[in-house]
């Protein structure tokens, strides 16, 4: 069965980079893009780009392409995001979706990764 | 840039049916599919609805979605409330500058 399991809960001084890990299973890693979306606590969640795994071509959203990064490990069937410069309205739940091969809607999503951004 | 506007809370008893109104704030609701999604405490969300009306393998069809050029708007109606139908709602639309956009998200109550 399809799988996104995250890595674990961080904890981060404000300016420093963090990077999150999305490894999928239970089908064809590069077939399929991966949107990264992530929620702050009580609040509704935020769309934060995608990556194109079978090329590795990136969209970011326009808020935070200055500070975001997605990557991927097809080797590992691995998904990375990171983001730099982390400040206090970072801290949020950062979660990996699938989009769906044949709509425009995520169809798994994983369980995401708890990011808090504290001096 | 456009926003999506949901009720903060919707409540209602199990075995009745409930729905839940998304208002586009500018541009057509039509001009872009509408997606709804379901976020229990603690969980990631999970797919309801997708291009307006679809449900995806597993949803009941208890789950229907709709959208009403006349009040741009989009609408989910939950028919034979259960228990577990208790959770945040979220509607999600795009338009060419923002691709993914989340409505604030309705709390439904089921009591």
């Known amino acids: 069965q399809v799988q996104l399991v995250h890595s674990g809960a961080e904890v981060k001084k404000p300016g420093a980079s963090v990077k999150v890990s999305c490894k999928a299973s239970?089908?064809?890693?590069?077939?399929?893009?991966l949107h990264w979306v992530r929620q702050a606590p009580g609040q509704r969640p935020e769309w934060m780009g995608w990556?194109?795994?079978?090329?590795?071509?990136?969209k970011y959203s326009q808020t935070l392409q200055d500070r975001v990064t997605f990557t991927r490990d097809t080797s590992a069937n691995t998904a990375y995001m990171e983001l730099s410069s982390l400040r206090s309205e970072d801290t949020a739940v950062y979660f990996c979706a699938r989009r769906a091969m044949t709509a425009d809607y995520f169809d798994y999503w994983g369980q995401g990764t708890l990011v808090t951004v504290s001096s | 840039n456009f926003m999506l506007i949901q009720p903060h809370s919707v409540s209602e008893s199990p075995g009745k049916s409930v729905t839940i109104s998304c208002t586009r704030s500018?541009?057509?609701?039509?001009?872009?599919?509408v997606q709804w999604y379901q976020q229990r405490p603690g969980s990631a969300p999970t797919t309801v609805i997708y291009?307006?009306?679809?449900?995806p393998s597993g949803v009941p069809d208890r789950f229907a979605g709709s959208i009403d050029t006349s009040s741009n708007s989009a609408s989910l109606t939950i028919s034979g409330l259960k228990t577990e139908d208790e959770a945040e709602y979220y509607c999600q639309s795009s338009d060419a500058s923002t691709p993914w956009v989340f409505g604030g998200g309705t709390k439904l109550t089921v009591l």
């Open positions: 500018s541009g057509s609701i039509a001009s872009n599919f």
């Open positions: 990556i194109n795994v079978g090329t590795g071509n990136t």
């Open positions: 291009e307006d009306d679809e449900r």
């Open positions: 239970g089908y064809t890693f590069t077939s399929y893009a």
